[in-house]
């Protein structure tokens, strides 16, 4: 039964197998191991995978008749491999068991999100009522962020005998997740070698196949009751034979510790010598999982979001998830945000926009981790600027997916699995990932109170994405405006205007009023820094007086479009036909991906009033109110209550959610209008991967945007809470659904600030030790100061 702290799936079906992997996936940041049987190799129900953060893989490949090539985060060796079967006493050889085989009578795998750790617990019985009660264990180090262990326990019921076991690494793994990638090349693993080691340790290194990433496993197995090993090597996989006694009361155990260590690592060492090292010096299981548990229980204190109810037992798992694909560990690695963690193979582990939606929430928590994000970026700036120069522009464009170099790594082409067509890609067109790192660095500077950052690679980021905007906008003399043309907004569904030879389209809202806001805030950091700075920024990115003083301009006379009373997603967008959204659900049910329904039937989805996920609504998810109608009044334009709530309602009609990230801006959106569907949409963001509301996606990957995003619906959405250097900002609203709460977070360096909700009010208090008085503001710019060891209550608005 699943509890507050606890994940369980009771019983095997098949076809849920890989969403449970997905789900139970053991990770620390450095690497993760999906929750796939030990018994099982890859195959159409189980996908057994490891991956490391950051390490990719280029190939070619042959799609509709052209070469084209991707960069895959790559499925390195299986270190799981542990199979079993009965030996009973009448000279018989039982079957390799597996959860497929059919004398398997029960089933149960439990997730301890508090401790880390995946149980899973079987039985099989035969026709002779022999049973064999199986139950493993399995972690990985959040600690000793190289190491994971499994130990499998074997019991006899009815009868005695012996249990072959066979306990390995497997170096025969390609990359074939995704059943619309499988006509690429999946082959990133090559010149592998196999060896034994001191004291038996087995040993797996190999390399990828085009950036030459060496990693290397070590593998210690110890068995109870002692026993005669046979080992066998192949190219590709070690593996040791036992032959073990068992009988009732007598039960066989077999413990696996794994290291694994690459080329990467620092400090650069040989990581076949360090793999052997580390796994021969680490302590036995048992140890490893206190210190392991131990690792977890600081984790949580800093991590702590308390909310009750079933709610608050998904968002632990959601804030699992999160930690451990970017826990402590990932300050020290060069990664960025993997869109479907390091859960999968999904969008190839690119880097995205999705820090978008869990930079809130880390920075708040943990801000190293936030710091190291930014310092991805930071070092892929010399690959925007090259890109941004090779389009014609100025200053730095970042590619819409990222991967080991910074490169524009989106695909050329995609497959659209309900007509099987290959069809272009044109999504490297949303330039806006530029604002998003743009807007993160900004807010983690306001937040942390990190000038040294902020002043430092954070300038670096932000003019250099500021010039981009002020080159990429053309002034359009009949509207007295600049224009951004050639762009496709969040809403990815439209990508050109109908009958159009060249993609893109023009004045996308978003892309155009946050291309304002960067403008605004590069100036106004430009203004902060110290002469010297000034001066070495002007040099090195070529600014002159006459640049800034047309950001100025820019920044004030960006073009953004209206029709029928609300904010236009592009120039155009009141031209197209509006779609019968009635007979569409009527005759295909699930139209999330209408895109694909469409284009399957011979139509486009560029002719309609009919988008994706949030555009234009994006705003009000990255903006305040007060914010906002001061961007669109910068602008030149009337902006109030009434227009937006007109917005809101406009494009909810028009949308179909085939995004994860859709439910969750929509919920946030219409929690802060306190709007009365606001908590279906919260719901269905909660839901996106516990119950795969994608239909199938989950099971490639989680959706790592969508689940830090509702972390940050608690943390920000609900409370209104902002950083800035005056303090922190209240402006709570309610929503009935989630009255009771509680989380901490990190402002300015102060750890261990408590924010407390009850029905009808907010508490905040402040530690004692090392505590300092924290300035609130709140609504109506009332300002107030929480002294250190107080705790101070505020009522919230009513509905």
Not at 587 to 599: P, S
Not at 678 to 702: F, I, N, P
Not at 728 to 742: A, I, N, Q, Y
Request: charged share 25%; net charge neutral; proline share 6%.
């Amino acid at each position: 039964m699943t509890t507050d702290w606890t994940w369980v799936y009771d019983g095997y079906d098949p076809k849920q197998e890989r969403l449970r992997e997905a789900l139970c996936t053991l990770g620390n940041g450095y690497f993760a191991t999906r929750g796939a049987g030990s018994e099982n190799y890859a195959g159409p129900v189980h996908y057994p995978g490891t991956y490391v953060a950051g390490c990719y893989d280029r190939s070619e490949s042959t799609v509709a008749g052209r070469h084209v090539w991707n960069e895959d985060l790559v499925n390195l060796p299986n270190w799981l491999p542990l199979r079993y079967r009965c030996l009973p006493g009448d000279n018989a050889v039982g079957d390799w068991l597996t959860p497929d085989h059919p004398s398997l009578r029960h089933y149960r795998a439990t997730l301890d999100l508090r401790a880390g750790i995946l149980v899973r617990q079987m039985l099989f019985q035969d026709g002779r009522g022999r049973r064999l009660r199986v139950t493993q264990t399995r972690f990985v180090h959040m600690g000793d962020p190289h190491l994971a262990g499994q130990r499998t326990t074997l019991r006899a019921y009815g009868w005695s005998g012996s249990v072959e076991v066979e306990s390995g690494l497997d170096g025969d793994i390609t990359n074939a997740g995704v059943a619309r990638y499988r006509e690429l090349n999946g082959c990133h693993l090559s010149r592998h070698e196999t060896g034994v080691g001191p004291e038996g340790t087995l040993w797996l290194s190999c390399s990828t196949a085009a950036s030459d990433v060496r990693v290397s496993m070590a593998l210690r197995t110890a068995v109870r009751p002692s026993a005669e090993r046979h080992t066998c090597l192949t190219a590709a996989a070690a593996t040791d034979t036992y032959r073990l006694p068992i009988s009732r009361g007598k039960p066989v155990t077999v413990v696996k510790t794994v290291a694994l260590h690459t080329s990467p690592d620092r400090p650069a060492e040989d990581p076949l010598r360090d793999a052997i090292r580390h796994v021969s010096v680490a302590p036995g299981f048992s140890d490893l999982l206190v210190s392991h548990r131990a690792a977890w229980s600081r984790l949580w204190r800093q991590a702590e979001l308390d909310v009750p109810g079933d709610a608050g037992r998904i968002l632990r798992l959601h804030l699992f998830h999160v930690l451990q694909t970017l826990s402590p560990h990932t300050a020290d690695l060069d990664v960025g945000v993997p869109a479907r963690g390091l859960h999968g193979e999904a969008y190839r582990g690119h880097v995205f926009w999705d820090e978008l939606f869990v930079m809130p929430y880390l920075t708040l928590h943990f801000p190293e981790v936030a710091r190291a994000l930014l310092a991805y970026r930071h070092r892929r700036l010399p690959q925007a600027a090259a890109a941004a120069a090779a389009a014609g522009r100025q200053g730095a464009m970042f590619p819409w997916q990222s991967a080991s170099s910074g490169r524009e790594e989106t695909q050329e082409f995609h497959l659209n699995p309900r007509s099987g067509r290959w069809l272009p890609d044109h999504s490297h067109l949303q330039r806006h990932v530029g604002s998003a790192i743009a807007f993160n660095v900004w807010r983690y500077g306001e937040a942390t109170g990190d000038d040294g950052f902020l002043h430092g690679p954070g300038a670096d980021l932000l003019l250099a994405i500021g010039q981009y905007w002020g080159s990429a906008a053309t002034y359009d003399a009949s509207l007295g405006r600049y224009r951004i043309r050639g762009v496709v907004g969040p809403d990815e569904y439209h990508d050109r205007y109908p009958d159009a030879q060249q993609p893109g389209l023009d004045d996308n809202a978003y892309t155009n009023v946050t291309a304002a806001w960067v403008l605004t805030r590069a100036l106004d950091l430009f203004g902060r820094l110290l002469p010297a700075r000034r001066a070495e920024l002007s040099e090195h990115l070529s600014l002159h007086d006459e640049e800034l003083e047309r950001w100025e301009d820019v920044s004030r006379n960006l073009h953004v479009p209206f029709h029928d009373g609300v904010v236009s997603q592009f120039d155009g967008y009141g031209d197209l036909s509006e779609l019968d959204w009635g007979a569409y659900r009527s005759r295909y049910i699930d139209i999330r991906r209408l895109d694909r329904i469409l284009e399957a039937e011979g139509d486009s989805v560029n002719k309609y009033k009919a988008s994706k996920q949030a555009d234009a609504l994006m705003l009000g998810y990255l903006f305040p109110p007060g914010e906002l109608s001061g961007l669109f009044e910068r602008l030149g334009y009337r902006f109030d209550d009434d227009l937006w709530r007109r917005t809101v309602a406009y494009y909810l009609a028009r949308t179909s959610h085939g995004s994860t990230l859709s439910s969750l801006v929509h919920g946030w959106v219409l929690t802060r209008l306190k709007g009365p569907s606001s908590w279906r949409y919260c719901e269905e963001a909660l839901l996106s991967d516990v119950a795969d509301v994608q239909g199938g996606t989950t099971g490639e990957g989680v959706h790592l945007g969508a689940m830090a995003g509702t972390l940050d619906l608690v943390q920000r959405g609900i409370t209104g809470i902002e950083s800035g250097p005056d303090g922190l900002t209240l402006d709570p609203v309610p929503l009935r659904e989630l009255t009771r709460f509680s989380f901490t977070v990190c402002f300015r360096g102060q750890r261990g600030i408590r924010v407390k909700a009850r029905p009808g009010r907010l508490g905040i208090s402040v530690p004692a030790a090392r505590g300092i008085p924290l300035p609130l503001i709140l609504p109506g710019g009332r300002r107030v100061t929480v002294p250190a060891g107080e705790q101070r209550w505020y009522r919230l608005p009513g509905p």
